[in-house]
């Protein structure tokens, strides 16, 4: 069956389903059901004209689809999605992806019907997803759909929803640890009823959501207008990019992408990727936005220009080329322009005279300059035609005309009120090339009441000629304040000798507007005589009130001593922002304002503390070692901070000494990472003293943070990029070059624990087992807590016939390995070669027992590393190591099964050093 016929059939049964029901509906009383409590209910009839709208979407996208049925089930229960989101907590490769979206039920039955929470599943590429609990990683994220937000730890779902006859329920359903992007996975969600399956495309169900129509205008369908009508979000998203796929296949390169009146506003991650890509069109521009994870948009559209979505209030502040815009006409005209300049004459005119309205504008506004001046009659009377994008096209094309009507009319229409015409006519005077407009400009000028000025002198600062200047310096005199601030602002742009003075008038002038203006303009120039003005006014408003933030900004680049004494005024009366005069201070002070900060410091509030820390140190105040010292050993976090990350800059014996007594005095988590932090950056003999006690603590968050602190120093070594080449040969199972830059690195860094172990363990594979026992050892001695080292040392004692020596050794170092998925692949190694050597020792004690327990224990490691993270299974079915378990059932069972021909395999390979005789 075509799918033509297929879509028919099903659009004919659901509404062959609502005609029978539409009785009970009108004639029960309004069932508004809902899973959730507190939810507002749901009108079963709007319920069923929103889904047939779906359908009847769907069926008319459908005759270029060849995907199977959208839904299955009993015709008498319907289901519908409401705001459905897949989403991640972060829009880059490291977030985690989840699907979310409100699952509406329909009874269109006689009887009531329940859903079952364990019923619902969502299929994803062939992977099916039981409804579980919402990870503890993504409780506290939310999420926006449209305008309303979603907190995601109240998306829960009910153990059964039941949903009465004639009516409906609803309740939200989640699923984490979804695949991440750039492509949206096909997802399916399934749910039985009275025992029958029911499912719904999700994919196809939100393409129905979007409303997508997509034509082509202008010459030779040139360009492509993209509607979106609906809702569009990261689902049907790959059936909004699979539409510009098939408009590039058919050699478009123009795009215009536009609203419908029903359209939804999309979620802020989805406007900033459409802006991003319409402003990347056509460029070669790399933006580190591209790591988002969003489908990719095809690379032969050279221009994409986007109208302002729903609920967008910002506009590209880019220099790049004009691609957002506020309505469809700009959008058109712009992507048309290129078309336009070079069209043959006699068919842009036909295109002007007989073209779709949409592009009867865009030519004309593009292209009417290029008409010769026997069409000006024609353009002049489309100045007068009934469609209003006609006439503003029209005035927009008599910018290119000298002629004396063609001004004329111009001015004409600057003086009517008919807006967006007359400010059309006011830009197309502006913007002509010819000086008997600029002269009408001016002359209308002249007799403005002072709206009609403001609007003229704001057009006149965005087409800058030295023709303006001393008009505008006389409007900057005018008695009303708003036409002299929009002149002040033009004058700023197309210049004039006087312009200081001006500055310097409205700077001391009574209106507060042309004061901020003015000041703010000399706090942006750089001269001498404007900085110099600037001050003047900042000092003069420090000595009544605190600096606001272009006068922050002020001192902060000419650091003038003159404000410290009126700056410490307000820092003592406490007025203002206490922490940007503390930032401000500690840039421009001098020991007079230490002095002040560690006298007002015990009045401070915790925050403000941690600012003056901050300060005091820049100011190399001999105090702030004292107060760091008393701040590590608070509870504030942000007094913490600042204290370490002081004292680490300062990285002396004294430094050192406060952030180790800090380290073991406090029980504070998040002090132990600062002081861990700092001690590993100052990287000496006593810090890394410090860290290593640390790390034997019975705390593990503790252990932790100086786990990683160690970790960054033994990176920061001069020895540590011979690791890096020696492991790429390891890698290579090139044993002896990796034993030579191991060799380097320890000859660079002998206190490098990880080029002992290396190199033991490259010898170890050489059979060099007494040099391999050496290095085994001095690891340990170096660092106790190297996985690599303990299980090396290990299996060399096994291999010397110390059996039980070994295993002990492994098992007296087990607690310092938690889900240490190296450690316990080693151990299961250390387990296994102890088993093979009872295997040869007749004479072992309690040989069975022991033999027993090894295999158990063995089996047991390698459960745990695969459980931990292990994935490198090319290695443990090769493992010489593991010959003494090769052989046993649960050895097999562990190893994930051969793949089918031509589907991938998830495997990873061991990154660090393996220990092998």
Not at 52 to 65: H, I, Y
Not at 416 to 432: Q, Y
Not at 491 to 501: C, D, F, K, N, Q
Not at 838 to 852: G, I, P, V, W
Request: hydrophobic share 40%; net charge positive; proline share 5%.
């Amino acid at each position: 069956m075509s799918p033509t016929s297929r879509s028919d059939r099903s659009m004919r049964a659901l509404v062959h389903v609502i005609a029978m029901f539409v009785t009970v509906i009108a004639t029960s009383p309004r069932v508004l059901l809902s899973a959730d409590d507190g939810e507002t209910p749901q009108d079963v009839k709007g319920l069923l004209e929103r889904l047939e709208k779906v359908e009847a979407e769907l069926t008319r996208l459908d005759s270029n689809r060849k995907n199977g049925p959208r839904r299955s089930g009993d015709e008498r229960f319907l289901t519908l999605l409401e705001t459905p989101h897949y989403g991640s907590t972060s829009y880059y490769q490291n977030g985690k992806w989840y699907f979310a979206s409100k699952l509406v039920f329909i009874n269109l039955g006689k009887q009531d019907v329940t859903v079952a929470r364990k019923d619902i599943v969502l299929d994803v590429e062939g992977d099916s997803k039981a409804l579980g609990e919402i990870p503890e990683t993504l409780v506290n994220y939310s999420f926006r759909v449209g305008s309303k937000s979603f907190q995601i730890r109240d998306l829960k779902t009910p153990e059964t929803i039941k949903v009465p006859s004639g009516g409906s329920a609803s309740s939200w359903v989640f699923f984490g640890e979804m695949p991440s992007g750039p492509s949206i996975p096909k997802m399916t969600l399934s749910w039985k009823v009275g025992g029958k399956p029911h499912s719904l495309n999700v994919n196809e169900f939100c393409l129905g959501l979007l409303g997508l129509n997509v034509e082509r205008i202008g010459p030779y369908g040139s360009l492509a207008v993209v509607t979106i009508n609906g809702a569009f979000d990261m689902v049907n998203i790959d059936g909004f990019v699979a539409a510009l796929d098939d408009l590039a296949a058919k050699k478009v390169v123009r795009v215009v992408i536009r609203w419908g009146k029903e359209a939804v506003a999309p979620e802020s991650e989805l406007r900033s990727w459409l802006q991003q890509r319409a402003q990347m069109a056509g460029t070669t521009v790399v933006n580190n936005s591209s790591r988002r994870q969003f489908p990719t948009v095809p690379a032969t559209l050279r221009e994409l220009h986007l109208v302002d979505p729903p609920g967008s209030s910002t506009r590209s502040a880019s220099s790049g080329p004009i691609r957002l815009h506020k309505t469809e006409d700009d959008a058109i005209t712009t992507a048309l322009s290129s078309v336009y300049a070079v069209l043959p004459r006699d068919e842009l005119l036909k295109e002007i005279q007989q073209g779709d309205v949409l592009t009867r504008a865009a030519a004309l506004a593009a292209g009417g300059g290029r008409l010769d001046a026997e069409r000006l009659p024609l353009i002049l009377k489309l100045t007068n035609d009934g469609e209003p994008r006609i006439q503003n096209a029209a005035l927009t094309a008599l910018r290119h005309f000298g002629e004396r009507r063609a001004v004329e009319q111009l001015v004409h229409y600057a003086r009517t009120n008919k807006e967006p015409l007359v400010s059309t006519a006011i830009r197309s005077l502006a913007g002509s090339r010819y000086a008997s407009a600029h002269r009408a400009l001016l002359k209308l000028l002249e007799g403005q009441a002072p709206a009609g000025r403001v609007r003229i002198v704001k057009i006149l600062a965005q087409y800058p000629r030295p023709l303006w200047s001393q008009a505008l310096y006389d409007f900057s005199r005018d008695a009303d304040a708003k036409v002299r601030l929009e002149a002040i602002r033009a004058l700023v742009r197309v210049g004039h000798p006087e312009i200081l003075t001006v500055l310097d008038t409205a700077l001391n002038s009574g209106d507060a507007g042309l004061r901020t203006e003015a000041f703010n303009t000399l706090v942006a120039r750089t001269d001498a005589k404007s900085e110099e003005l600037a001050l003047e006014f900042t000092l003069k408003a420090l000595k009544t009130s605190p600096p606001d933030s272009p006068m922050t900004n002020l001192l902060t680049r000419t650091k003038d001593p003159r404000a410290v004494p009126l700056l410490l005024k307000h820092f003592s009366k406490n007025s203002g922002s206490r922490s940007t005069l503390i930032n401000l201070l500690q840039q421009i002070g001098d020991e007079s304002v230490a002095e002040v900060f560690i006298k007002e410091y015990p009045k401070l509030s915790e925050y403000e503390k941690a600012s003056v820390l901050k300060g005091l140190f820049q100011l190399q105040s001999p105090a702030f070692k004292k107060l760091a010292g008393e701040a590590l050993l608070s509870k504030n976090s942000s007094m913490v901070s600042a204290a370490a990350q002081g004292l680490q800059e300062d990285g002396g014996p004294e430094a050192t000494a406060l952030l180790v007594a800090a380290l073991e005095k406090t029980t504070h988590s998040s002090t132990w990472s600062y002081t861990c932090n700092a001690l590993g950056s100052i990287g000496s003999v006593e810090a890394r003293r410090a860290l290593v006690k640390a790390r034997s603590s019975t705390d593990t968050n503790k252990q932790n943070y100086a786990k990683n602190a160690l970790r960054s120093m033994a990176q920061r070594s001069p020895g540590y990029q011979y690791i890096y080449q020696a492991r790429n040969y390891v890698q290579q199972k090139n044993w002896k070059m990796a034993v030579t830059q191991y060799t380097q690195a320890v000859t660079a860094d002998d206190s490098l624990a990880e080029a002992f172990a290396g190199r033991a363990n490259a010898n170890h594979r050489l059979d060099k087992i007494d040099d391999a026992r050496k290095d085994y050892e001095k690891a340990c001695e170096l660092d106790p807590y190297n996985a690599l080292a303990i299980t090396g040392k290990a299996l060399i004692k096994v291999h010397d016939g110390e059996v039980l020596e070994g295993v002990k050794f492994v098992e007296a170092n087990a607690k310092k390995f938690p889900n240490d998925w190296t450690f316990a692949y080693n151990s299961g190694c250390v387990y296994a070669r102890s088993l093979e050597n009872l295997n040869k020792n007749d004479k072992a004690e309690n040989r069975d027992a022991r033999r027993k327990t090894y295999q158990a224990r063995a089996m047991e490691e390698l459960q745990k590393a695969t459980e931990y993270g292990f994935r490198d299974w090319s290695l443990m079915r090769t493992d010489p190591d593991l010959n003494s378990l090769r052989a046993l059932p649960q050895f097999k069972k562990l190893l994930p099964q051969p793949t089918k021909p031509g589907k991938a395999t998830t495997e990873k390979k061991a990154g660090g050093d393996f220990p092998k005789p």
